[in-house]
């Protein structure tokens, strides 16, 4: 988990339907240890009440530029810089208009202007609002700008509407912000973690699985966590839930996990942890293959894309790429011929023998195979392997 100091969040709820869980997001930031200071702009007012909003928060809530009060008590530059972490939830379009265009007309877009500190947004909005060009085009603004984002989710929506707009679940904002203000040596860089396995369908209710538990990718991702990066999260269906803080994506087949990956963008470091099939059904059926006495269906196979690969030799290639080997037999030889054919910096190798007792267990005993050679580390617990590979990770990005 990421590091749970008590921080001092400036939460501004914009006026959308989500403000609702903007006052779970304050409760559960408090059971945290964390201090909220409310912001509501007078559209929120329509969604949920000061009243309400203070008792959560324990606080005063502000809402206008020129309340007198508010100014004498603490000015809204202070305001703004009270705060380790200005958190907009909901984030909506109009909001992320004005913050797109540096607009300061009234106390939540003047605080988001005069802020020095970073700015994390909960997006919240209509599946075509999100989708607009103004939208994508406000919100690509935003992320050159620096602008921290969780969310928005793909679901139903209020509006009965699906697809993405939904706003992220409070327990996702909440690992987002102690992921943004966590202070480690990995602060400031952004890490792609593939996790899991991937389903390969054969029809509408068949797949082709394998028995990755994720449990490796998610420890690797909480460690990361842990040192203050950014992690994008690409996960097939896992047993072991995504950690909280992680930019989440989550796939079902490689191709998916191939798409997600080569859309994560300004990546310092990609570890592919991910047990990819290597194979899918070369033309899934749309409809369930019936037994219906005609003899037995016969797959034909199409090989999947080894998306490590294909990402060590793309022109966007993370300055560090780390891949996994799981091996039954000749592990050394085997893994440091796969760093070379995969293109990547480091390859993550381990025994798989049943008789290691790796496989679903706690433990694990890697060698780390790097261009200077291998280096066997001692058996220790997943959780520390992951530990220590954040560490050499750390290193290798300072
Ligand atoms: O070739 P093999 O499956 O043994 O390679 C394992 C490494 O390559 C892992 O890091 C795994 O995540 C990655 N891989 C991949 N795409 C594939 C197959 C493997 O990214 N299709």
Redesign the pocket.
């Known amino acids: 988990m990421a590091d749970t100091h008590s921080k001092k969040i400036l939460l501004i709820i914009g006026g959308g339907i989500a403000a609702f869980k903007s006052l779970d997001l304050i409760r559960r930031l408090r059971e945290r240890g964390h201090t909220v200071t409310p912001v509501l702009t007078k559209a929120a007012t329509e969604f949920v009440t000061p009243l309400s909003v203070s008792a959560l928060a324990g606080e005063k809530v502000y809402q206008h530029l020129f309340d007198l009060n508010d100014e004498a008590e603490m000015g809204h530059i202070e305001l703004s810089r009270a705060a380790d972490l200005v958190v907009v939830a909901p984030a909506t379009a109009d909001l992320m208009g004005k913050m797109a265009a540096g607009l300061a007309n009234d106390l939540a877009s003047t605080l988001l202007m005069a802020t020095d500190k970073r700015v994390l947004i909960a997006p919240s909005m209509n599946v075509r609002m999100w989708d607009h060009p103004a939208t994508q085009r406000n919100l690509a603004t935003l992320l050159e700008d620096g602008i921290l984002t969780s969310g928005p989710n793909e679901g139903d929506m209020a509006c009965g509407e699906f697809g993405f707009g939904r706003m992220a679940e409070p327990m996702e904002i909440v690992g987002a912000i102690e992921a943004a203000v966590n202070d480690g040596p990995l602060k400031g860089k952004h890490i792609l973690v ?1 996790s899991g396995p991937t389903h390969e369908p054969i029809d509408p209710v068949r797949y082709i699985a394998n028995r990755s538990s994720g449990a490796q990718g998610a420890a690797i991702a909480q460690a990361l966590l842990g040192l203050g990066a950014r992690v994008t999260f690409v996960s097939g269906p896992a047993d072991v839930p995504a950690p909280m803080g992680v930019d989440l994506v989550a796939v079902e087949t ?1 191709a998916e996990m191939l798409a997600a990956v080569e859309s994560a963008k300004d990546v310092d470091a990609g570890i ?3 047990a ?1 099939a ?1 194979w899918r059904v070369a033309s899934a059926s749309d409809e369930k293959i019936k037994k219906d006495g005609n003899g037995l269906p016969v797959l034909e196979f199409a090989e ?5 690969a294909k990402v060590c030799a793309s022109s966007t290639r993370p300055k560090l790429v780390v ?3 799981a091996e039954t037999q000749n592990v050394i030889e085997n893994a440091t011929a ?1 760093r070379k054919r ?1 293109g990547c910096d480091w390859i993550v190798a381990n025994d798989v023998s049943p008789a290691t007792g790796i496989m679903g267990g706690s433990e694990n005993d890697v060698t780390l195979i790097t261009a200077d050679g291998a280096e066997d580390w001692p058996r220790m617990g997943k959780d520390q392997v992951s530990q220590k590979l954040a560490e050499k990770i750390a290193e290798a990005l300072s």
């Open positions: 593939t490689a592919f942890a991910a990819v290597d999947n894309p080894d998306i490590l891949g996994f080997a796969k995969k």
